[in-house]
């Protein structure tokens, strides 16, 4: 399966960074991948993390949910989901607006969707917006 961004996906993906933009970090509803996985499905209309909702509450529970999937964490689970959804990796610096960016924030590791200049992320109390140089590893959507 491969992913295409829809004819008014930048629209979509607008609404739901204003969707995000106050809405604060709940494990297993408003964390960093989930936010993500929602604006690519808003995009595209394919859920990355359809195998992920529902399934946990809790900081632990995220992270037995990422070692059961990808035997590993947030960086080996988004590379097994963006290969089987052919999302093709790119330099972080040469990522789109749209695209999916792996960075390295002061809790650790998380996903966001490239704005351009900057990474929105999900923070505690929304999202919040990185320089694109903190991203480490990037997808094209």
């Excluded at 509803?29 to 993390?49: E, H, I, K, S, W």
């Excluded at 059961?68 to 790119?90: D, H, K, N, S, Y």
């Excluded at 966001?112 to 903190?134: N, S």
């Amino acid at each position: 399966m491969s992913v295409q961004r829809r004819h008014d996906w930048a629209s979509r993906l607008v609404a739901q960074v204003e969707a995000a933009r106050q809405r604060p970090f709940a494990w297993g509803g408003a964390d960093c991948c989930l936010t993500a996985c929602d604006m690519v499905q808003a995009m595209t209309g394919v859920d990355p993390a359809a195998h992920f909702r529902g399934r946990y509450k809790t900081k632990a529970g995220a992270f037995r949910a990422l070692k059961a999937f990808a035997g590993g964490g947030l960086e080996e689970t988004a590379q097994r989901i963006t290969t089987g959804l052919a999302m093709p990796e790119v330099p972080p610096l040469a990522a789109q607006r749209g695209d999916v960016c792996l960075v390295e924030t002061l809790q650790g590791p998380a996903l966001g969707i490239c704005l351009g200049a900057q990474v929105a992320v999900q923070g505690p109390l929304g999202l919040a917006l990185l320089p694109m140089h903190q991203a480490l590893r990037a997808w094209r959507v």
